[in-house]
């Protein structure tokens, strides 16, 4: 009787090895693929012209999400993605910096842990390729305590730093060890050095080595691209297959995308258009901006080729049809100026050292490429090689965006909402499929607990941890229901809460909450805040407690939500001033939310400022500098330039610079435009310091070192600033 009990016992427990056996070998591999900086329309089965026949197949044999939304800008997007919180609740509210509140740590924090840390103890491998961005301890002899191998990942293949040049990646570590990408034994490819290649390249390594010596365990990978955050740059086969593609401007490109959107069911007929950003009959050199967009095509293009590796090293080697791969963005595409101003010029040869190949490169922006030849910006060269350094602008930014308002920073639907395409043969079967419910990158660590058989921690060594916020996407893979009450944003002072078909949205800084049927009207285009007063109401109540329950509040940059920033500058709209003039900011125009006039007469030229106000945080600069008039706007936490593209007339002028209120700057001589450049949106908040005309006494607010005394010879200036 006895040794009958002892057989059924053992039958029992072989029984249950057995089916955890098999539990675990049904579990399926995770790769989650994130690209930098595109838009909602850029990729072809999302309407885009851009050739990504990949990513076509992923979603032709998958789903694609509709109302897919990210968190507005690269290092909070990622602190969500990967730690399932809200980004102020991983301690990454703005960016790497220490703004030395819970939510502003710049980092992530103690109280998250990230979906390789939670996911590796339920037995999966863990791997990382690509871009990091969520720690402040990016050079060597800092501390690596938030780098990607003690954040939960085996072995990594990551710059630690948020951009950088494709050709000679800036902070570059394999695991815990800066490397140089010319002696780096583990990677030497057959072509060139190119980042987004090299990204590609360890994720198939990883997944070769995982099959050799780990084939029974699951594994989870986060393959962040670079890919298309500026620098515009990209191997010339690549760009020659774009070239003449965007001669026609922005207009074409975007009704075209727009058409093929609503053909393809992703957005509705009725919506309207947004409007487009930028005249292109006023581009002054058409063949210079069509290249910028031609150069981030096809970096797009090589991103797709990469993917496609991915996807076949799977099939090789028989993993493909149980690994979910999700792909997204970060956010939408990008309006920043970075490299735009002013004109570069290249030289006939290299004037500067080559670097040996086991230099380590610091700079996100490098000084020289490896062969010598200084980096350049600006208009006079051509964007693409490895020694330059631009971006792709406004008007292509509002392409990527196709159909939606604003870009990357704004939570208004271009900065936020984005593809996510589902791939995943084994359990998705609705080939083709829209997914119309919306969806967050908060959701992702929801959805790998569900699916790694996991369990999210209440500690992490001694800390406690903040329960996730998100919800597990399965659900709508099967076409189900997401069981949840809303989904919020905030980023520098731009905010939103998403709830059923409503949206409530404001943009920084005049604050104004916009209300929006995202069912009817969800390129935010008909504001219903006064017809629907007590729905928006109650939405501003939800997200103010939202806020201040998960460390939005207080903002670092402005007074606490609610209170009014302290009146600081004079209610007087035109000041008449000389040199020499200093106004205390006090008595200094009022700049916030401002549109803003500055007049000068310069009756000898010279090097130096000829007015500016405020500092090194925000204000404006009018100066000339080795040889060149400036118009310098500090605001949003970001320094914009508009530089002469002519040389300054020898005899005395006048010198006009205007900043609209929606960034756009002007430079004028004699009546003559001969510079432009945006900026993002007007002065947003009261600079503390104060005017100076001829001298910047205070902190910089350009490129120069105070006090930058003006040289010649100023007459009147004047300043006008009104609404």
């Known amino acids: 009787m006895m040794l009958r009990h002892i057989s059924m016992l053992l039958f029992c427990c072989a029984v249950l090895v057995l089916a955890s056996a098999t ?159 010319f002696n780096d034994p583990q990677y030497t490819p057959k072509q060139a050095y190119y980042y987004t290649d090299a990204i590609a390249g360890n994720a198939c390594r990883y997944i070769d080595q995982h099959c050799q010596s780990d084939r029974d365990k699951p594994f989870f990978m986060y393959v962040a691209f670079t890919a298309a955050h500026w620098p515009m740059q990209a191997p010339a086969e690549e760009i020659a297959k774009y070239k003449g593609k965007y001669d026609g401007g922005y207009e074409p490109i975007r009704r075209a995308r727009f058409e093929r959107l609503k053909q393809m069911g992703l957005i509705n007929p009725k919506w309207d258009l947004s409007p487009q950003a930028e005249d292109w009959s006023r581009v002054r050199d058409k063949q210079w901006e069509a290249r910028c967009m031609e150069v981030y095509a096809a970096m797009v293009d090589r991103m797709d080729q990469g993917i496609g590796r991915i996807v076949e090293t799977l099939s090789h080697n028989g993993k493909l049809d149980n690994t979910l791969l999700l792909f997204m963005e970060d956010n939408g595409g990008n309006y920043e100026p970075m490299g735009r101003n002013g004109r570069g010029q290249r030289q006939a040869q290299p004037s500067l050292p080559p670097l040996p190949a086991d230099y380590i490169q610091p700079d996100m922006i490098p000084k020289q490429t490896r062969d010598g030849w200084p980096v350049l910006q600006g208009s006079g060269v051509l964007p693409g090689t490895a020694d330059t350094y631009i971006a792709y602008g406004r008007g292509w930014g509002n392409v990527s965006n196709t159909p939606f308002r604003e870009y990357k920073h704004f939570v208004h639907e271009g900065g936020i909402s984005t593809p996510l395409i589902v791939h995943w043969p084994a359990h998705v079967k609705q080939h083709g499929a829209l997914v119309q419910q919306p969806a967050h990158l908060v959701d992702l660590m929801a959805t790998c607990i569900d699916l790694a058989g996991a369990e999210y921690p209440r500690t992490h060594g001694n800390n406690e941890i903040t329960p996730m916020q998100g919800r597990s996407l399965v659900t709508a893979f099967d076409g189900k229901p997401i069981d949840r009450d809303a989904i919020y944003w905030e980023h520098e002072g731009n905010r939103a809460i998403r709830q059923g078909k409503w949206k409530l949205v404001a943009k920084y800084p005049s604050g104004k909450w916009e209300l929006y049927d995202m069912e009817a009207d969800r390129t935010e285009m008909h504001d219903l805040s006064a017809q629907n007063a007590q729905e928006a109401e109650q939405l501003r109540l939800k997200w103010e407690a939202w806020a201040g329950r998960t460390h939005v509040l207080p903002w670092p940059w402005t007074p606490p939500y609610g209170q009014k920033e302290p009146v600081i500058g004079s209610d007087q709209k035109h000041f008449e001033l000389k040199s020499g003039d200093n106004l205390p900011a006090p008595r200094a125009p009022r700049l916030t939310g401002q549109v803003v006039l500055i007049s000068a007469e310069v009756l000898k030229t010279g090097e130096g400022v000829i007015v500016a106000q405020g500092g090194s945080a925000v204000g404006f600069s009018l100066y000339v500098k080795e040889g060149q008039l400036c118009f310098a706007v500090r605001s949003h936490d970001e320094l914009t330039i508009a530089e002469s593209k002519e040389a300054l007339p020898l005899m005395p002028f006048q010198v006009e610079a205007r900043l609209a209120a929606d960034g756009t700057m002007t430079l004028r001589v004699n009546g003559k435009e001969v510079g432009s450049a945006h900026a993002m949106g007007s002065i947003d908040r009261a600079p503390r310091d104060g005017l100076q005309v001829g001298r910047d006494s205070n902190g910089a607010v350009g490129p120069y070192q105070a006090p930058f005394a003006f040289q010649g010879q100023i007459g009147k200036v004047s300043i006008d600033v009104g609404s």
């Open 23 to 181: 539990s675990a070998a049904e579990r399926p591999n995770i790769i989650i693929i994130l690209s930098d900086d595109m838009g909602f329309s850029d990729l072809g089965c999302y309407g885009g012209e851009i050739h990504t026949p990949n990513l076509d197949r992923l979603a032709s044999e998958g789903l694609r999400f509709t109302q897919f939304y990210n968190c507005a800008r690269c290092c909070p997007s990622r602190a969500c993605l990967l730690s399932g919180l809200y980004p102020h609740q991983a301690g990454v509210g703005h960016m790497t910096e220490d703004r030395h509140l819970e939510g502003y740590q710049g980092e992530l924090g103690p109280h998250c842990v990230t979906i390789a840390q939670v996911v590796g103890p339920a037995g999966y491998s863990t791997y990382m390729a690509g871009k990091w961005h969520v720690t402040r301890n990016t050079a060597p002899g800092k501390p690596d305590y938030d780098w990607p191998m003690q954040r939960g990942f085996q072995h990594c293949y990551s710059t630690l730093i948020g951009a950088g040049s494709f050709f000679d990646p800036a902070r570059l570590v394999r695991d815990n060890t800066f490397i140089s990408p």
